[in-house]
């Protein structure tokens, strides 16, 4: 069974999809099909339902309220290579508040710094945002870079994080 919750938000509904008590997808959406589809074939046999998935939701209150580290807690699972887990493990230890190139997200994995394209892939496909914080990668050139939900959520979390909005 996949357990799905919508948390409002400031920049619109977002989608928890839990299994076993561990969060398996997140995403900017009032519709968890759409993070479903986006599961591994062996998570997308199982079905949906509704339920309240406890402290994910509740860490995204408070994340909401200020605890910008909530999010942190809240256990993690998603596909990938030893090289893609070794990204997600650096992504989660980026900072709130802070953010880092993709270069340097690539070193933080133990990968070159010319290894950027394979981090910026790996936020590309990241399943379980914002907990796994691909928002706080920009690239070295400047400005946001691409956010799968938009530029505008991205700018709005980092905003949040840092303190500018509330």
Not at 20 to 46: C, H, I, K, N
Not at 78 to 85: D, I, L, N, V
Request: hydrophobic share 40%; charged share 20%.
């Amino acid at each position: 069974m996949i357990l799905t919750q919508i948390v409002p938000t400031p920049v619109g509904p977002l989608a928890l999809l839990a299994h076993d008590g561990v969060l398996v997808a997140a995403g900017f959406t009032a519709d968890p099909r759409e993070m479903y589809a986006r599961l591994s074939p062996s998570l997308r046999t199982l079905p949906l339902r509704e339920d309240d998935l406890g402290d994910a939701a509740l860490a995204v209150r408070e994340y909401l309220d200020g605890k910008i580290d909530a999010l942190d807690r809240v256990p993690t699972e998603q596909p990938g290579t030893p090289t893609r887990q070794r990204l997600y493990e650096a992504l989660r230890a980026v900072p709130a508040g802070t953010t880092v190139s993709y270069a340097v997200l690539a070193e933080r994995a133990g990968l070159p710094r010319t290894a950027a394209r394979a981090a910026g892939s790996a936020c590309a496909q990241n399943l379980v945002a914002p907990f796994v914080p691909c928002h706080r990668v920009l690239p070295s050139t400047g400005g946001y870079g691409g956010y799968y939900y938009g530029t505008p959520v991205k700018e709005w979390l980092l905003a949040h994080e840092s303190g500018v909005i509330g």
